[in-house]
């Protein structure tokens, strides 16, 4: 059974730093990525990771800021979180595929971060 378990949100102040971590279990994956959702918004891409290379690829938003990667030895992606913002202020998931492109059938809890302003 495949299990994502996301942990790192809280509450930080505008231009602080969070990493959020999403270990997973029970499969290999070929590509993780983090979504987020703020309030009354519809879930929104944020970055992705191939398992295999490292590749990684990012919303515009958060270029320059954020940083995903991951550990294959421990089964966890990261996303590093540096100068946020408060409209960085959303529940973030971590999603996962075990076939590129493959619509994310596996998705974590959620783990939330609010920055202030």
């Known amino acids: 059974q495949v299990q994502l378990v996301e942990s790192g949100g809280g509450l930080v102040q505008a231009g602080g730093s969070l990493r959020l971590s999403c270990a997973a279990s029970?499969?290999?994956?070929?590509?993780m990525s983090w979504f987020r959702q703020a309030p009354g918004k519809e879930r929104e891409f944020v970055a992705t990771i191939s398992w295999s290379d490292g590749s990684a690829r990012y919303t515009d938003s958060v270029k320059g800021r954020f940083t995903i990667s991951r550990d294959n030895a421990k089964n966890t992606v990261y996303l590093q979180m540096n100068s946020l913002k408060p409209e960085d202020t959303a529940v973030y998931y971590c999603?996962?595929?075990?076939?590129?492109?493959?619509?994310?059938?596996?998705w974590g809890q959620g783990t939330q971060v609010t920055v202030s302003s």
């Open positions: 999603a996962a595929n075990r076939v590129p492109d493959n619509g994310y059938p596996y």
């Open positions: 029970g499969r290999t994956f070929s590509d």
